[in-house]
Nanobody
Framework: QVRLEESGGGLAQPGGSLRLSCAAS????????MSWARQAPGKGLEWVSG????????YYADSVKGRFTISRDNAKNTLYLQMNSLKPDDTALYYC?????????????????WGQGTQVTVSS
């Protein structure tokens, strides 16, 4: 059974940094592309970033490009999201996702495998 468990969220000030982690189990992590998505209060599920199995050519939403970095450690079955230069608009529940399905930059939890999420709050 696929398990994804996010951690590392918390409170940060604007301009600050957080590093999210996702511990994966129940599948061969190293062979799958992985993604991060987020949901802000009152908004839909927004795709944030994705990374292929071999860590090549990661992708980012325009809203986070240049500030966030996705990475993975296949030996540890762990996905990461380094978030720098945080903005209040980054406040959201962040999810680690396997087999994500999105359309028009919005994603659906009816597809793929999702963790429980970790809360990120950016406020002064």
């Amino acid at each position: 059974q696929v398990r994804l468990e996010e951690s590392g969220g918390g409170l940060a000030q604007p301009g600050g940094s957080l590093r999210l982690s996702c511990a994966a189990s129940g599948f061969t992590f190293s062979t799958y592309a992985m993604s991060w998505a987020r949901q802000a209060p009152g908004k839909g599920l927004e795709w944030v970033s994705g990374i292929f199995s071999g860590s090549s050519d990661p992708y980012y939403a325009d809203s986070v490009k240049g500030r966030f970095t996705i990475s993975r450690d296949n030996a540890k079955n762990t996905l990461y999201l380094q978030m720098n230069s945080l903005k209040p608009d980054d406040t959201a529940l962040y999810y680690c996702v396997k087999d994500i399905v999105c359309s028009n930059n919005l994603c659906s939890r009816d597809f793929g495998s999702w963790g429980q999420g970790t809360q990120v709050t950016v406020s002064s």
